[in-house]
């Protein structure tokens, strides 16, 4: 399974500077990490903007370092070099890569998954599987284990946290008779991991780093 590319933080939008005549060009844009905010140069929301555009690709979960820079170029804005610039970008902390089928634990103690949409809950043909979205159009299905960890991450330390609470709450249940089959952090770290790239593109979710 190839390296999975994907932006952390939350948009806060272009900056203007206080000038007349107005000056068209944003002095910088905003993404919030945690309790901080990072200023980026336009090169730079290029490509961290240019991460989340894809949903379809993100959900085969096919968006990688590679396609990424390829995108870029293809697309003809942003940096003439994106190599460089999304190296930043993963040493600030503003992407991150993870295997999603690999050791995930490492990662997920980096980073807080905190939900952007709504639950929708689940369907009468499909009870099994419960719906996440906006304004009534579903643009996520997920199982019941990582739709409560969507919804409830973001109250503890970090995605890995989320992964092994989850898991001891599962086994309480189970044990006074729910139907619901055991499973460990790790293999929950790995469902998780293989919807996250889709929740973050299509609004759904935003990462955040642990500080």
Not at 142 to 149: K, R, S
Request: charged share 25%; aromatic share 8%.
């Amino acid at each position: 399974m190839p390296t999975v590319i994907v932006p952390v933080g939350l948009n806060l939008g272009p900056s203007y500077r206080y000038v007349t005549p107005p000056d068209p060009n944003p002095e910088y844009w905003e993404v919030r990490l945690g309790n901080d905010s990072e200023e980026l140069t336009d090169d730079e929301f290029q490509v961290w903007g240019r991460a989340f555009l894809d949903p379809e690709r993100h959900a085969r979960l096919e968006v990688t370092r590679d396609t990424l820079q390829r995108d870029l170029l293809a697309a003809g804005a942003g940096p003439a070099s994106p190599g460089p610039v999304i190296e930043q970008l993963l040493d600030r902390g503003l992407l991150i890569e993870f295997d999603p089928n690999g050791e995930l634990e490492k990662p997920f103690r980096r980073i807080k998954l905190h939900p952007l949409a709504e639950g929708m809950g689940n369907t009468p043909e499909e009870p099994d599987r419960r719906l996440i979205g906006h304004n009534g159009q579903a643009h996520v299905k997920v199982n019941y284990t990582v739709y409560n960890l969507w919804a409830f991450s973001s109250t503890v330390s970090s995605l890995w946290q989320a992964c092994t609470l989850a898991t001891a709450l599962a086994d309480e249940q189970r044990a006074a008779g729910e139907d619901i089959d055991p499973m460990t952090a790790a293999e929950l770290a790995i469902d998780v991991a293989n919807v996250t790239p889709m929740l973050i593109a299509s609004g759904c979710a935003f990462l955040e780093p642990v500080r």
